[in-house]
């Protein structure tokens, strides 16, 4: 593997600047132009761009499943068809998710020997069964039907509240004060810490996206100094919810048989686990579906005329978004996908925001259709084991805040350009200039 990739749990001896440098690529090439061979889907750049889907694209049609192996993150295998994804996603047993075996995003490698628990943060969607089914179970009472129904009301007045405080007729970014505001509260709120902490909680899930990032961090080593400062927060919460034990995440956490024992690094990798899941996917969904209905005015006129459709709009919204970009899984014995031979240990990225256009599954699969007939049927939350936990929880604060501004707002009109996460791994939507009207 490349010295020069950025990798999670490594060491690290270039700045994100140098890094950057060395795989800057020209975002405006037409990837069609570019030999197979050397077409890497995985560069930030195109990300942050908004440029990658037509990469995506090429590879469905000539090579589903695509070796690269001269890219910021070395040998790994592209998987691009929505049945390949959901092959990869749903044998847990022929490819790892463990953090030690790679982990399950472009950058980890194998870890021999003992890691440097400062980098090193694991977490139960980077486990293997048994370890990953025993803490996964410890925080699933959270997300039960009758807690999620017993949560709605507080997110329908928050979202009110939100809206509310918006200043019609100006412009203003939607990432900001709306995304970021409705998730942190929530996030808050299953955490049973105070409000005015949520701002913590938003900051440590941007540090998580950014720590190669040389507009936030000169190095990665930074931004792991940062998400210690979680760890240092959560610690006092944990301490507080041994002697106070409630039914928030972190009570659960500290009384769960398979969780209460965990180390440190162990502690604030689930509690980032937690962070970044309970809040990117969902703010750029909420951010992704305004961008959407903008740039499909049909669908925004189809919703005017029957709010109704929210429900169904908020799936189409999340495959259209593909909020988590890709999971990596690690082979762990030679698998044939489709002729190709991936061999045991190879890395394996499942684009999941490749397989939601695949039209082969999904009918007029590049078009955003808010009446799509079988619109859940996506691949946004994952299958398998590692299906995303907190999906109903997301899908509720789309559909009561697309519910409360259909109740407010003619129109949420995108009035500037959106600003994109430089990120592989989320797909994320940093700035939206919007303006409200009445």
């Given amino acids: ?3 020069e990739k950025v990798a999670v749990g490594r060491d690290y001896t270039r700045s994100n600047a140098e890094l950057a440098a060395r795989w800057k690529i020209d975002v405006n090439r037409d990837p069609y132009s570019i030999p197979l061979e050397e077409l890497d ?57 463990d953090m030690r075996n790679g982990g399950i995003r472009l ?12 980098t090193y943060l694991p977490m139960f969607i980077m ?14 009472p959270m997300f039960t039907p009758q807690n999620l129904a017993d949560l709605e009301p507080l997110i329908r007045e928050r979202a ?27 996030l808050a709120t299953l955490f049973n810490v105070p409000q005015e902490d949520r701002h913590k909680l938003i900051h440590w899930s941007d540090t ?5 990032d040389p507009e936030y961090f000169e190095t990665p080593e930074e931004a792991f100094k940062e998400l210690w400062n979680c760890w240092e927060y959560f610690d006092g919460v944990w301490k507080d919810r041994l002697a106070n034990p409630g039914s928030d995440l972190i009570s659960m ?6 969780t209460k024992n965990m180390p440190p690094n162990e502690y604030l990798g689930n509690m980032l686990l937690l962070i970044v899941g309970g809040n990117d996917t969902t703010r750029n969904s909420i951010t992704g579906g305004v961008l959407a209905l903008n740039q499909h005015p049909d669908e925004y006129k189809k919703l005017i005329d029957n709010p109704g459709i929210i429900p169904n709009m908020v799936s189409e919204i999340i495959r259209w978004q593909s909020p988590v970009a890709h999971m990596c899984r690690t082979a762990m014995e030679d698998v044939e996908i489709r002729g190709k031979t991936i061999k045991k240990w190879d890395k394996v990225a499942m684009w999941y925001v490749s397989g939601n256009r695949d039209d082969e599954k999904i009918d007029r699969a590049n078009e955003f259709l808010i009446d799509r007939e079988g619109a859940r049927q996506h691949l946004s939350f994952g299958f398998g084991i590692h299906r995303c936990i907190g999906n109903r929880v997301g899908e509720m604060q789309l559909r009561i805040l697309w519910e409360e501004i259909m109740k407010r707002f003619k129109r949420v009109e995108v009035t500037g350009d959106p600003k994109y996460l430089r990120s ?15």
């Fill in 208 to 212: 998580v996206e950014r720590i190669g």
């Fill in 41 to 97: 889907p995985a560069h930030d750049d195109l990300f942050g761009a908004n440029k990658v889907l037509p990469y995506f694209e090429r590879l469905r049609k000539e090579d589903p499943v695509h070796l690269s192996e001269t890219g910021p993150y070395g040998r790994y295998w592209s998987i691009t068809k929505y049945e390949d994804v959901m092959f990869v996603d749903t044998n847990h047993k022929l490819f790892s998710s």
């Fill in 1 to 3: 593997m490349s010295d």
């Fill in 107 to 118: 950058g980890g490698e194998r870890i021999e020997g003992e890691p440097d628990p400062l």
């Fill in 160 to 186: 009110g509240q939100i809206l509310d405080a918006l200043p019609v007729g100006d412009e203003f970014n939607w990432v900001r004060e709306v995304s970021v505001e409705l998730t942190g509260r929530t």
């Fill in 127 to 140: 486990e293997d069964p048994p370890k990953h089914d025993e803490q996964r179970k410890v925080v699933q």
């Fill in 424 to 438: 592989n791994f989320i797909r994320g939507i940093t700035e939206l200039p919007v303006t409200v009207r009445v």
């Fill in 253 to 258: 956490l500290a009384h769960g048989e398979s």
